[in-house]
């Protein structure tokens, strides 16, 4: 039988502003890829962005829009698919930001990347469901999969255009506004696709090792105050880089 | 022909001799000798190059808006460098009032170059203050308007606007990718410009409205506009070279400043 899912409103605003301050995280460091000028200094930008992007943007967004769902049952995650999950969130995003990292903008450039950053969302988001362990069945509505996609894709492809093509104060805020929606408009879309469905009270293997929402919590916070330290310390340097250019 | 220590520093060393040295080869020159050193600063190249003396501006100009340059000092040694500072060296002349007399006939110099080359000296010397006080800079360009030979002053005005331009696209419009010159001048250009005067865009044609540097019937300060505008959007839209053309000007009685940019 179906079960109905309610949500925390105040989580699930608190995972649109960590997916926002994720993304403008991300996008300050990503917009500098192209004044790289060895290999090194690339992949360090590029690193950072993703893992800023997959990491904060993404995967935290994520674990703390599953902590404001309730579906009136214990669940706790599969810990190899939840490390996988943020693997690929991580590797996707640095991926589609090296693709439109480089200085001269193309649209097929755009398309690529926004595909590669929308298809990492999903993937994330799938496979972070995939980790879920409980006594019930998750069944998707394949229409809602694929819009959920699709908003990923065309949403992550206006946030990289903005961020790379705009200049001044909304080049990263209008981006990293547009870059939450397009995270948090794919996961509450998949949300609304997934059914949950009793089984009877059959517990999965592995059900009591899983990572419960404390553990998911400290991480998160863990992660979330890494990008706040992050964007300070990229405040500060370009503070100070800005004031060192002569003319 | 003539040889300089140029002085520069970067926020880091990594392929610094290579892409200035290019940058100097690029010009006519040649690099004589090196030294690479860094400190907290970041990391400063002093080089000794020799090439033609025609070429110097263009050297200071390419080193002066180098994206890896953050400053960068250059001076003259040898004996070639007494005939250039002479050169460069010019007489201050007073503040002209509006007159109905024509304006003064510029005799042809000695040196065809030198009707173009720009008084390095002065402009090098009131670009700190431009920096320190911008926007608000046309004190010091009409301070350097009224300051320099009128035979150099355009060309002082614009590598004045070059470099302050240049200057103001590393430190606010960088990061990003590089643009199309309709989008460079849409997203650089007129938010920068419309900092320092009234403006009105349309296309690669911008219209500066009330310019303090040209005052009907006296002088013209447009080519500071010019250069300006080269110096910001040159960076943006590369490997092409940003030019500006003079349409018209208050100070020959036209309603407003008109350039018109290409590349």
Same mark, same amino acid.
């Given at each position: 039988?179906?079960?109905?899912?309610?949500?925390?409103?105040?989580?699930?605003?608190?995972?649109?502003?960590?997916?926002?301050?994720?993304?403008?995280?991300?996008?300050?460091?990503?917009?500098?890829?192209?004044?790289?000028?060895?290999?090194?200094?690339?992949?360090?930008?590029?690193?950072?962005?993703?893992?800023?992007?997959?990491?904060?943007?993404?995967?935290?967004?994520?674990?703390?829009?599953?902590?404001?769902?309730?579906?009136?049952?214990?669940?706790?995650?599969?810990?190899?698919?939840?490390?996988?999950?943020?693997?690929?969130?991580?590797?996707?995003?640095?991926?589609?930001?090296?693709?439109?990292?480089?200085?001269?903008?193309?649209?097929?450039?755009?398309?690529?990347?926004?595909?590669?950053?929308?298809?990492?969302?999903?993937?994330?988001?799938?496979?972070?469901?995939?980790?879920?362990?409980?006594?019930?069945?998750?069944?998707?509505?394949?229409?809602?999969?694929?819009?959920?996609?699709?908003?990923?894709?065309?949403?992550?492809?206006?946030?990289?255009?903005?961020?790379?093509?705009?200049?001044?104060?909304?080049?990263?805020?209008?981006?990293?506004?547009?870059?939450?929606?397009?995270?948090?408009?794919?996961?509450?879309?998949?949300?609304?696709?997934?059914?949950?469905?009793?089984?009877?009270?059959?517990?999965?293997?592995?059900?009591?090792?899983?990572?419960?929402?404390?553990?998911?919590?400290?991480?998160?916070?863990?992660?979330?105050?890494?990008?706040?330290?992050?964007?300070?310390?990229?405040?500060?340097?370009?503070?100070?880089?800005?004031?060192?250019?002569?003319? | 022909?003539?040889?300089?220590?140029?002085?520069?520093?970067?926020?880091?060393?990594?392929?610094?001799?290579?892409?200035?040295?290019?940058?100097?080869?690029?010009?006519?020159?040649?690099?004589?000798?090196?030294?690479?050193?860094?400190?907290?600063?970041?990391?400063?190249?002093?080089?000794?190059?020799?090439?033609?003396?025609?070429?110097?501006?263009?050297?200071?100009?390419?080193?002066?808006?180098?994206?890896?340059?953050?400053?960068?000092?250059?001076?003259?040694?040898?004996?070639?460098?007494?005939?250039?500072?002479?050169?460069?060296?010019?007489?201050?002349?007073?503040?002209?009032?509006?007159?109905?007399?024509?304006?003064?006939? *510029?005799?042809?110099? @000695?040196?065809?170059?030198? $009707?173009?080359?720009?008084?390095?000296?002065?402009?090098? !010397? =009131? %670009?700190?203050?431009?920096?320190?006080?911008?926007?608000?800079?046309?004190?010091?360009?009409?301070?350097?308007?009224?300051?320099?030979?009128?035979?150099?002053?355009?060309?002082?005005l614009m590598?004045?606007g070059r470099?302050?331009?240049?200057?103001?696209?590393?430190?606010?419009?960088?990061?990003?990718?590089?643009?199309?010159?309709?989008?460079?001048?849409?997203? *650089?250009?007129?938010? @920068?410009?419309?900092?320092? $005067?009234?403006?009105?865009?349309?296309?690669?044609?911008? !219209? =500066? %409205?009330?310019?303090?540097?040209?005052?009907?019937?006296?002088?013209?300060?447009c080519k500071f506009y010019g250069g300006y505008l080269e110096?910001?959007?040159?960076?943006?839209?590369?490997?092409?070279?940003?030019f500006v053309r003079h349409?018209?000007?208050?100070?020959?009685?036209?309603?407003?400043?008109?350039l018109?940019i290409?590349?």
């Open positions: 039988m179906p079960m109905h899912v309610s949500y925390n409103w105040l989580l699930v605003l608190l995972s649109y502003a960590v997916s926002v301050l994720g993304s403008f995280t991300s996008l300050q460091l990503a917009v500098a890829i192209p004044l790289a000028t060895t290999p090194r200094q690339r992949t360090a930008a590029v690193a950072m962005a993703g893992g800023a992007m997959g990491l904060g943007a993404i995967w935290a967004m994520h674990f703390i829009a599953m902590l404001a769902c309730d579906s009136g049952m214990h669940v706790t995650y599969a810990p190899s698919l939840t490390a996988l999950s943020a693997v690929v969130a991580f590797a996707a995003c640095s991926a589609g930001l090296m693709l439109v990292g480089d200085a001269l903008f193309s649209w097929l450039r755009l398309l690529a990347a926004g595909s590669c950053m929308g298809l990492g969302v999903g993937a994330m988001h799938y496979l972070g469901m995939a980790a879920m362990m409980m006594p019930a069945v998750i069944s998707y509505n394949a229409g809602l999969v694929v819009a959920s996609l699709v908003i990923a894709i065309v949403a992550s492809m206006a946030a990289l255009w903005l961020a790379f093509n705009l200049r001044g104060p909304w080049q990263m805020v209008a981006s990293a506004l547009v870059m939450g929606f397009a995270v948090c408009g794919m996961h509450y879309t998949g949300m609304t696709a997934a059914t949950f469905t009793d089984n009877g009270g059959q517990l999965p293997d592995g059900y009591a090792d899983g990572l419960r929402g404390d553990n998911l919590g400290l991480t998160v916070f863990g992660i979330v105050g890494t990008l706040l330290v992050l964007m300070l310390v990229l405040h500060y340097w370009r503070q100070r880089y800005r004031s060192s250019i002569s003319i | 022909m003539v040889e300089l220590e140029v002085q520069v520093l970067s926020d880091r060393r990594e392929g610094l001799l290579a892409e200035l040295g290019r940058a100097v080869v690029a010009n006519g020159f040649s690099l004589i000798r090196q030294r690479l050193t860094q400190d907290s600063h970041g990391a400063w190249l002093t080089m000794i190059v020799r090439g033609p003396s025609e070429q110097r501006f263009a050297l200071e100009e390419t080193l002066g808006t180098h994206n890896r340059v953050l400053s960068f000092e250059a001076s003259l040694s040898g004996e070639d460098a007494v005939a250039t500072a002479v050169f460069a060296k010019s007489t201050p002349v007073a503040v002209h009032a509006p007159s109905p007399e024509p304006p003064p006939i *510029i005799e042809p110099s @000695a040196t065809p170059s030198a $009707a173009v080359m720009p008084d390095i000296e002065r402009v090098e !010397h =009131i %670009l700190p203050k431009l920096a320190q006080d911008y926007p608000s800079i046309y004190p010091w360009l009409v301070s350097l308007e009224n300051s320099v030979d009128d035979a150099v002053r355009e060309s002082s590598l004045a470099r302050t331009g240049a200057w103001v696209y590393k430190r606010d419009y960088a990061l990003g990718a590089k643009l199309g010159l309709s989008d460079a001048i849409k997203r *650089i250009g007129v938010p @920068a410009l419309r900092q320092l $005067a009234d403006i009105e865009q349309q296309g690669v044609h911008v !219209h =500066i %409205l009330n310019s303090p540097l040209c005052t009907p019937g006296v002088q013209s300060g110096g910001l959007l040159g960076a943006s839209v590369t490997p092409k070279k940003v349409l018209s000007c208050r100070s020959t009685g036209a309603p407003h400043c008109s018109e290409s590349h």
